[in-house]
């Protein structure tokens, strides 16, 4: 373990070494993959951001009973304060135990809302890293895995969340049932392919390379910190819900100005949900429009609206292991690499 | 060392550009009237007014292109923003500061414009001014005290600012160069290069209309990026028409930011007439201030 993150995580809340190098370059130790789920095995849930019930979570319980696991269920199950699940302390304190407990090979946080920057200073993740688990989440949850692969490059599940299982599997829309049997098989092992219809604003092309990203806005707040991502060489994905157009603009400016476009081999661009304009404010152009002039410089494969984000269709990502993007006029899909390098 | 543009004598001429959000022509009258009743020419350029059809006060490239013409302008002895809105960011890093590093001049605005700012302090190492912009002088309100702090700022007279104590403001004296704007803008510059530098210096912030947990976040991320832990002071503005989610955050927006720098021990003052308020004085970014917060008063002076 490097030094630097070590000292900082036993410095706790107080530390704040900033790592004012954002984006392009790549300083990164080999990938790490946790170790697949077998049945039997135990999943831990807790609320690191926002809080929910013990009734909310009834549904992924059963459903991870009926793919032969375990549950866990974290301190911070039912507790709130405010909109967090629980205090600051109550919230690391779950996660740090859920960390360091052996028996448990994957933690699947409860939702996410807001909050995970108050805990990811104070967590030590020593002995995460030397025996790895699966971290399942998106949304506020983006936090753990830029800081994941930034400072311990250990793969992690970009995917829904325990709010989102559904009550009635017989009445799921089949693109919800689908985005949650796709969280089993990425913790399974099984190695995804997801097609999808292409876009026209698409830009053809064939990218293969470290999947990384998530919450756009949560991403430009990591910039300067050493949560921060390095997209250089990397397929980045980006979703977002509830901002402005003008404010996605300035959060791909951000991108742009750290670094974190002019390198990358593909960019993937799920659902972006648009606050509609105040009146007489009209931003006057797309998210497809702002995101084609963010790459215009570029010759990279790009993909609107891929089935990632706030919505229905929010299928499990590996964060951190190398996927190829295939990108054109007929077709589109993200594919794991057969051979993780 | 920072350099400090010249002070505005009588006769001079202001520029008035908007390189961020519309603003219509007439909206700048009163202000217009003002700067030439204060002695001053006015020079307006394409972007004021204009016929553009959306949000910003004109494309990138003519956004670019006038505040470019009153930067390299050496008859424009100071630029005044027409509004903030959003825009400066994306044409920042076009703009070429080599005329204006020779010749200096005074930028001013806030909100939108902290991108100048910040920019302009962490690379050039210029004075800018932190100030009301043009509709602040509608209604009437060129007379107030705060718009007139623009008048004295910009004559290079030297104001003692005080304010309000409040309670959660923490006693002290800071003295350092004054840094800052809004903070929307300052976490969204971090990691580019125009990201704000802190060290050693005195801090302001102030935003509008943003939710308190963004508020939270943003404070973190000024946090985690080394922007808080080794300051000089710090000086809470405005945060006008903060907002809360469906499930409430439980905290105040001065109780955030006390919470976020609980654990250092610079002077902090809160409610500072800073902001996207009619109370919105005259800042030289930049400059050299000393910060006094005692339990009865705050006072800020150059």
């Known amino acids: ?341 | 060392m920072i350099k400090i543009p010249p002070y505005l004598q009588p006769g001079d001429t202001i520029a008035i550009v908007c390189p961020a959000g519309y603003i219509a022509a007439e909206k700048a009258q009163s202000c217009i009237d003002a700067l030439k009743e204060w002695g001053y020419q006015v020079k307006t350029g394409k972007t004021l007014g204009g016929d553009s059809p959306n949000y910003f006060s004109g494309t990138d490239k003519e956004r670019l292109a006038d505040l470019q013409q009153a930067l390299d302008d050496d008859s424009v002895k100071a630029i005044l923003c027409g509004r903030g809105g959003y825009g400066t960011g994306r044409i920042i890093e076009e703009i070429s500061f080599k005329q204006f590093r020779k010749n200096p001049k005074w930028i001013i605005g806030y909100s939108d414009i902290t991108v100048l700012h910040s920019h302009i302090h962490s690379n050039y190492a210029i004075a800018t001014l932190h100030s009301p912009m043009v509709s602040a002088f509608n209604d009437g309100e060129y007379r107030n005290e705060f718009v007139q702090s623009l008048r004295n700022a910009l004559e290079g007279r030297k104001i003692k600012y005080q304010c309000a104590p409040h309670e959660f403001n923490r006693k002290g004296e800071a003295i350092g160069e004054l840094v800052g704007g809004n903070l929307s803008m300052l976490a969204h510059l971090t990691g580019t290069s125009s990201d704000l530098k802190t060290k050693g210096k005195i801090l302001f912030i102030e935003d509008i209309g943003e939710y308190l947990y963004n508020i939270d976040r943003m404070l973190h991320q000024l946090k985690r990026s080394g922007k808080l832990d080794r300051l000089a002071g710090l000086i809470i503005g405005g945060f006008t028409d903060s907002k809360d989610t469906e499930r409430p955050f439980g905290k105040t927006v001065y109780e955030i930011i006390r919470d976020v720098v609980k654990e250092y021990r610079y002077p902090v003052c809160f409610g500072f007439p800073v902001g996207h308020c009619k109370e919105n004085y005259a800042l030289k970014t930049g400059v050299g201030y000393k910060l006094k917060v005692s339990k009865n008063k705050v006072t800020l002076e150059e």
């Open chain 1, 1 to 341: 373990m490097n030094r630097k993150h070590f000292l900082s995580s036993i410095l706790g809340t107080g530390a704040s070494i900033p790592f004012l190098q954002s984006g392009g370059g790549n300083d990164q130790q080999p990938l790490t993959i946790p170790q697949y789920l077998k049945p039997g095995d135990q999943v831990g849930i807790t609320c690191p951001a926002g809080y929910i019930t013990l009734a909310e979570i009834q549904p992924a319980m059963q459903q991870l009973a009926i793919w032969g696991f375990n549950v866990r269920i974290g301190d911070t199950v039912g507790k709130r304060d405010f909109t967090f699940g629980g205090t600051d302390e109550e919230r690391a304190a779950d996660f740090q135990r859920m960390l360091d407990d052996p028996s448990i090979k994957a933690i699947l946080c409860g939702r996410g809302g807001y909050g995970m920057i108050h805990i990811i200073d104070r967590l030590d993740f020593t002995r995460f890293a030397s025996k790895p688990k699966w971290i399942i989440g998106f949304s506020d949850i983006t936090i753990l895995h830029c800081h994941l692969n930034r400072n311990f490059n250990i793969a992690s599940i970009h995917s829904k969340m325990c709010n989102s299982f559904p009550d009635d599997w017989s009445t799921a829309e089949p693109l919800q049932a689908e985005s949650i049997l796709s969280i089993r098989e990425a913790l399974t092992g099984n190695s995804v392919k997801y097609p999808l219809i292409p876009n026209p604003n698409n830009r053809a092309g064939i990218a293969e390379g470290e999947l990384i990203g998530g919450n756009l806005k949560t991403i430009e707040t990591l910039a300067g910190s050493r949560s921060d991502i390095q997209t250089a060489g990397k397929i980045l994905f980006v979703e977002d819900t509830g901002e402005y157009l003008y404010s996605i603009d300035r959060m791909f400016w951000s991108l742009r100005r750290t670094g974190k476009l002019d390198k990358l081999k593909g960019l993937i661009v799920g659902g972006f949900k648009v606050k509609p304009d105040d009146p007489g404010e009209e931003f006057g152009k797309t998210v497809y429009e702002i995101v084609t002039e963010s790459i215009k410089a570029y010759t990279y494969p790009v993909c609107f609206d891929f089935p990632v984000g706030h919505q229905k269709n929010n299928f499990a990502l590996k964060c951190g292991i190398r996927h190829r993007l295939e990108v054109s006029d007929a077709q589109v899909s993200l594919t794991e690499s057969i051979k993780a390098l």
